[in-house]
């Protein structure tokens, strides 16, 4: 099978990709790099397997190649991380709204099957957890910046199903939940690695509001297994599903067994939310999953508990600093 994955240098698209070449399928990444980065897939670039292209889903003349070249699409791309949407909503909107409407009507010429990445935050100030997919999505106003990205997903999401249910597009479209693991960069404002990245350096772990509000992780070996499994499913056309692990943490306690795990000495600060990102900021006060649905099509739930979720991100940041500092002496040594 040929996949074309947009986003493909990604966190969630790097590991994605892994995989697939491990079980000998053929890639084709779509990437502009503006939040994946060459390092998420540098160790496989030699790969006769992997192809990949440094450009925009706007350039619709070699999309539409790759898409005709492709059997399944996954689409990937897309403005991720609350603080990056709070800093950059134009971006945020367009990317998300404009790269999605792109590959529908391009894989709809071609009528092959896409996936697309929605994300959990569409449940947005939803309080009935766990959320399953039918659940209302409870969105605050225009003018808080947060719920733009939610918007712009639901949009997407309704673009997707309306294709599927007009024009006979196959579709599936999944809800990621707080996807996490190595690779992951805290620059876009996660909580998991800018803990781990604070704790190793015991350095002050910023804990945003009361640190009552809690979110279930799923490791990212999880995610891409969850999706490997939807993809062949005749059954998972046409349908919403959520993927995420239902192990619920409040962001205070996430600070306290990070900072357990990784022997760190690192103070807990509270940051008032408007402090952290811009006055009046709302947050989700709790986000769990339903998963009823990906059990009952896949058979699969995700299964890595957070403390070894906690331990691989730990061991990813010390081997990547330990590398680092490696460079840093050889670079030394030269000059
Ligand atoms: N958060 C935090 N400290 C940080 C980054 C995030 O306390 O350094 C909080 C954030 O306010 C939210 C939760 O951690 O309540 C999860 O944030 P993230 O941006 O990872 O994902 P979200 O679930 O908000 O999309």
Not at 19 to 38: A, F, K, P
Not at 133 to 150: C, F, I, M, N, Q
Not at 196 to 204: D, E, H, M, S, Y
Request: net charge neutral.
């Amino acid at each position: 099978m040929r996949y074309l994955i947009t986003g493909g240098a990604g966190f969630i698209g790097s590991h994605l990709t892994e995989r697939l070449l491990e079980q000998g399928e053929r890639v084709v990444l779509l990437d502009n790099l503006s939040t994946g980065s060459m390092e998420n897939i540098r160790h496989l670039k030699g790969s006769e397997h992997l192809e990949y292209h440094l450009d925009g889903i706007e350039n619709r003349q070699l999309l539409a190649e790759l898409v005709d070249d492709a059997d399944v699409i996954i689409h990937l791309a897309a403005a991720v991380g609350v603080k990056l949407i709070v800093e950059s909503p134009v971006r945020t909107i367009e990317t998300n709204v404009n790269g999605t409407q792109l590959i529908l009507e391009a894989a709809c010429k071609k009528k092959k099957l896409l996936l697309i990445a929605s994300t959990s935050e569409v449940y947005g100030k939803n309080t009935r957890v766990p959320f399953h997919e039918g659940a209302d999505l409870v969105l605050g106003p225009t003018t808080k910046g947060r719920w733009s990205y939610a918007a712009s997903k639901a949009l997407d999401e309704f673009l997707a199903l309306a294709y599927w249910k007009e024009k006979k597009q196959p579709v599936i479209v999944v809800r990621f939940f707080n996807t996490v693991g190595p690779r992951q960069t805290g620059r876009y404002g996660m909580v998991l690695p800018n803990f781990v990245k604070r704790a190793l350096n015991n350095t002050p772990i910023e804990v945003y509001g009361d640190g009552k509000q809690s979110r279930c992780f799923c490791d990212v070996r999880d995610t891409v297994e969850a999706l490997l499994r939807l993809i062949p499913l005749e059954r998972a056309i046409g349908e919403v599903v959520n993927i995420g692990n239902t192990e619920e943490v409040s962001i205070e306690n996430l600070a306290k067994i990070v900072k357990q795990r990784t022997n760190s000495s690192s103070p807990i600060h509270f940051v008032p939310y408007d402090k952290a990102y811009e006055p009046g900021f709302e947050d989700m006060m709790r986000r769990v999953p339903c998963i009823d649905k990906l059990h009952s099509l896949t058979g699969f739930r995700p299964q890595t508990s957070l403390a070894e979720i906690i331990d691989r991100v730990s061991a990813y940041f010390r081997q990547k600093e330990g590398l680092l500092a490696d460079a840093a002496t050889a670079t030394r040594s030269v000059a």
